[in-house]
């Protein structure tokens, strides 16, 4: 029942997360800033170019059992997580290259996910039975959110808050479960080297972005590297019956949601005092 509880809760979280962006946007301004070529570039290269590469060297440096190599290779193609619009705002980032952002991130991992997955894991897995889950309940949802937004702005808005609560219901339907059903997994990957792996990680792929960022305003900077330091845990978990034999992948990726909530939090605020000294300098 708790298993039932939790695919419910995953599903409803990515679907009213990605739906809820979506309700916020018409295409033309989640298209915009896509059209700044640094922008799209930085963001393009560090999401499917340095997060894979990193996750790679990292797990040659520091070698752990595959579900969980699995697990981390698969955050490693899921960037931005569905609270990354709470740390951007933190870090006042500029929300419209966030919309972007998130756009490009849900057709990305779409497209790069079902290609990354079978060459990372060395695994013969069919690219459709990894995109269709991230089909269904990623970029369908968002698209959808944007065309009511379009069609019916004030139907948007009546429905915004009403997604939000659902979502907000949906996350607790979905981490309750995971804490107890892989709890004491969780703490038995305290033993291995799973949870060092992904801290390395983490720090190596924002740091990195950061840097890549420095032609950017800071405003958008901040979008971009907070983008990479959350992972999207609804498009990591949509694949992984496909990729890891056992429970430990959905260990690592439910380890990978509090990591990269407590860093992105520590993050954002930095780059919040960052941008106000910033302003009153």
């Avoid at 995971?178 to 720090?203: D, K, M, Y």
Wanted: hydrophobic residues 60%; aromatic residues 6%; positive net charge.
């Amino acid at each position: 029942m708790l298993e039932i509880v939790m695919q419910i809760g995953v599903l409803l979280f990515m679907i009213g997360s990605l739906a809820g962006v979506g309700l916020r946007v018409t295409p033309s301004e989640a298209f915009l800033p896509l059209k700044d070529v640094r922008f799209l570039l930085v963001s393009i290269v560090s999401s499917w170019v340095v997060c894979p590469l990193v996750a790679v060297l990292v797990l040659r440096i520091l070698p752990i059992a595959q579900p969980y190599a699995a697990g981390l290779l698969l955050l490693s193609l899921a960037p931005c997580a569905p609270f990354a619009p709470a740390m951007v705002r933190i870090a006042k980032g500029d929300e419209s290259y966030l919309a972007a952002f998130m756009v490009l991130s849900a057709v990305g991992t779409v497209v790069f996910m079902p290609i990354g997955v079978p060459m990372l894991l060395g695994l013969q897995v069919s690219p459709w039975r990894i995109a269709r889950p991230l089909l269904l309940f990623v970029l369908i949802p968002l698209l959808a959110g944007m065309a009511i937004n379009t069609r019916d702005p004030r139907a948007a808005a009546w429905l915004r808050p009403k997604l939000e609560k659902l979502t907000a219901i949906a996350s607790l339907a979905m981490f309750v479960p995971i804490v107890h059903l892989f709890g004491p997994g969780i703490i038995e990957a305290i033993g291995t080297r799973a949870i060092a792996a992904q801290v390395i990680f983490l720090f190596v792929v924002t740091g990195l972005t950061y840097l890549l960022g420095l032609s950017l305003r800071d405003s958008q900077r901040s979008v971009v590297t907070l983008g990479i330091a959350t992972r999207n845990l609804g498009a990591a978990l949509a694949p992984i019956a496909a990729v890891a034999a056992d429970e430990r992948g959905v260990v690592m990726i439910a380890i990978g949601a509090l990591t990269t909530l407590i860093w992105s939090a520590v993050l954002a605020r930095r780059l919040g005092h960052q941008q106000r000294s910033v302003v009153h300098g």
